[in-house]
């Protein structure tokens, strides 16, 4: 079936410090979307990107979507300490593409 | 506004005990999803309801797994005979879209444990 992958599985920056968290798929997506979870929290939808290539920024947040569609990143400058959380990425599959398959995430600590 | 809210937020069953857990999603969304996260996992599709009608139920795990939303609104999610491996976080998110790309709002979870 679809796989979505993400690595790193844990990243520990110093305050300031830049972020990277990279998703792959084993299959083309038609989009992806990118969802943070605060520790004992939910997930809060980010952002959702469509097209090939496309490039969309969040304040200190940057998403790229690969040209081929099958990875994604999420880029953050100089963290803080409100960064803090789980990263996912997430793909749809389905026939009506309702339904979407998380990667295992990747959780960020950011120390003060 | 209010958003999604799940009951109860925490569920201690027996096992071989049904559950039945609750999600009120935001009003006027058309679809809503459940899913399971196990600690430290990303969550895991369930099943997928657009208005009344239950389109996809792939990742339900077993035939213990039942869920409805009979007037399109709320749903319930119903475990029979719990066992251990049930433990975790059940999600429920809804979304105002009907079909295409769109954003899921998660509810706060029920947090199952089965001991």
């Known amino acids: 079936g679809q796989q979505v992958m993400q690595i790193p599985q844990y990243q520990h920056v110093q305050e300031g410090e830049d972020f990277t968290t990279y998703c792959n798929s084993s299959?083309?997506?038609?989009?992806i979307q990118w969802y943070k979870q605060r520790p004992g929290g939910h997930p809060v939808f980010l952002i959702q990107?469509?097209?090939?290539?496309e490039v969309k920024k969040q304040k200190r947040l940057t998403f790229q979507f690969g040209e081929a569609k099958k990875n994604s990143s999420l880029h953050i400058t100089a963290t803080q300490t409100t960064d803090v959380g789980t990263y996912f990425c997430?793909?749809?599959?389905?026939?009506?593409?309702?339904?979407?398959?998380f990667g295992p995430g990747t959780r960020l600590s950011v120390l003060p | 506004g209010a958003g999604v809210s799940q009951s109860p937020r925490y569920k201690v069953a027996k096992r071989g005990q049904d559950v039945a857990l609750r999600c009120d999603p935001i009003?006027?969304?058309?679809?809503l999803f459940w899913y399971q996260q196990a600690l430290g996992q990303g969550p895991e599709f369930l099943t997928y309801?657009?208005?009344?009608?239950?389109?996809?139920k792939s990742g339900l795990p077993s035939d213990r797994f039942f869920a409805e939303r009979p007037e399109g609104s709320v749903s319930t999610l119903k475990i029979q005979r719990t066992q251990q491996e049930d433990s975790a976080v059940y999600l429920c998110?809804?979304?105002?879209?009907?079909?295409?790309?769109?954003?899921?709002?998660f509810g706060p979870g029920t947090r199952l444990t089965v001991t």
């Open positions: 998110a809804s979304s105002l879209a009907r079909t295409g790309p769109y954003e899921q709002y």
């Open positions: 299959t083309t997506l038609s989009n």
């Open positions: 990107l469509v097209k090939s290539g």
């Open positions: 997430a793909g749809p599959i389905g026939y009506y593409g309702q339904n979407f398959v």
């Open positions: 009003s006027g969304h058309v679809s």
């Open positions: 309801f657009q208005n009344e009608a239950q389109l996809d």
